[in-house]
Nanobody, 123 residues
Framework: QVHVVESGGGLVQEGGSLRLSCVAS??????MAWFRQVPGKQRELVAQ???????DYSDFVKGRFTISRDNAKNTAWLQMNNLKPEDTAVYYC???????????????????WGQGTQVTVAS
């Protein structure tokens, strides 16, 4: 059993920055990831990171976002810079228990999800 909690969302102006935090409690985890979802659209990957430090970013991030983690704390962060209105979404943290050999997973591989934190970017 893993409980995942995100925090750090809010309202920012275009070009601003936010840092999201995710804490997974209950067990040590393998992959940690950030997804986002807009109402009426499919949830999409933002970034993911293995316990060994390998990262994978979706193309739309364009180098603006950085995922990091502290394995001892089961904590991950998403640093978001140069935010755009199209980044507006509910951001979810997701984790796996299994340490997959691949650094590139899909949403189906993530069994534990947080409640989401709203990020709104004003133009």
């Amino acid at each position: 059993q893993v409980h995942v909690v995100e925090s750090g969302g809010g309202l920012v102006q275009e070009g601003g920055s936010l840092r999201l935090s995710c804490v997974a409690s209950g067990r040590s985890v393998g992959h940690m990831a950030w997804f986002r979802q807009v109402p009426g659209k499919q949830r999409e990957l933002v970034a993911q990171m293995t316990s060994g430090g390998n990262t994978d970013y979706s193309d739309f991030v364009k180098g603006r976002f950085t995922i990091s983690r502290d394995n001892a704390k089961n904590t991950a962060w998403l640093q978001m810079n140069n935010l755009k209105p199209e980044d507006t979404a509910v951001y979810y943290c997701a984790v796996t228990l299994r340490r997959f050999p691949s650094s590139r997973l899909t949403a189906q591989n993530y069994g534990y999800w947080g409640q989401g934190t709203q990020v709104t970017v004003a133009s």
